[in-house]
């Protein structure tokens, strides 16, 4: 089944300096990778999204990247606010192995704390 | 349109009791999921649904059970809690594989004593 890594699992930023998230998955054949940010007692909210066949999207202040070759895609914040400050999750999408569904399969996630 | 729903927010059992964690989504979603959450580990597939009247285990389903009432609802059973089994449950679902996003109910908060 799919495995994804994701690093570091604690980042302290400086208000106004970026912050780069990493994960890598070993499935090839997930094709779909979405992030979630999820606040204290919260559920996990989708924040951006990348398809296999596209190497890179943004969202304002946020993008996304993808290295399908060596099966890594990264979250990038910008200018980061003490709002942005959270767990952020990477995933990856495939199908169970019936292949009934598909499946995300999480990284365990990143603590992310924007110092004012 | 209320997205995806859980009850109960919180729940305490002690050992060996039982329990039900309901879900229901009104987005007219074919699949939906449940998963624990627990500190370091991310989020975990205990169950899923890929359409009505269908389930399948996911990586953790070991002390559960799951049933798909209908289209809208899926629930979560623990026949008999354990201290292992304290965790935060969240249910989601998706609306077909050509998106594969999946939305997030609130998560209900379990322990188990």
């Known amino acids: 089944g799919e495995n994804v890594e994701q690093h570091p699992s604690t980042l302290s930023v400086q208000e106004g300096d970026s912050a780069v998230i990493k994960c890598t998955y070993s499935d090839s054949a997930s094709n779909y990778f979405p992030w979630y940010k999820q606040e204290l007692g919260k559920r996990p909210q989708l924040i951006i999204d990348i398809r296999s066949n596209v190497g890179e999207k943004k969202d304002q202040r946020i993008a996304v990247t993808l290295n399908k070759t060596a099966k890594h895609f990264s979250l990038h914040i910008t200018e980061t606010q003490p709002e942005d400050s959270a767990v952020y999750f990477c995933?990856?999408?495939?199908?169970?192995?019936?292949?009934?569904?598909?499946?995300?399969?999480f990284g365990s996630g990143t603590q992310l704390t924007v110092l004012p | 349109n209320a997205g995806v729903t859980q009850t109960p927010k919180f729940q305490v059992l002690k050992t060996g009791q039982s329990m039900t964690l309901q879900c229901a989504q009104d987005?007219?979603?074919?699949?939906m999921y449940w998963y624990r959450q627990d500190p370091g580990m991310g989020l975990r597939l205990i169950y899923y649904?890929?359409?009505?009247?269908?389930?399948d285990k996911g990586e953790v389903p070991n002390g559960y059970n799951v049933s798909r009432l209908n289209k809208r609802e899926f629930s979560l059973r623990l026949e008999s809690a354990a201290p292992s089994q304290t965790s935060v449950y969240f249910c989601?679902?998706?609306?077909?594989?050509?998106?594969?996003?999946?939305?997030f109910g609130p998560g209900t908060r379990l322990t188990v004593l």
């Open positions: 649904s890929a359409s009505e009247g269908t389930t």
């Open positions: 995933a990856a999408s495939s199908y169970i192995s019936s292949g009934s569904a598909r499946q995300l399969t």
């Open positions: 989601a679902s998706l609306t077909d594989f050509s998106t594969d996003t999946q939305y």
């Open positions: 987005m007219n979603h074919n699949s």
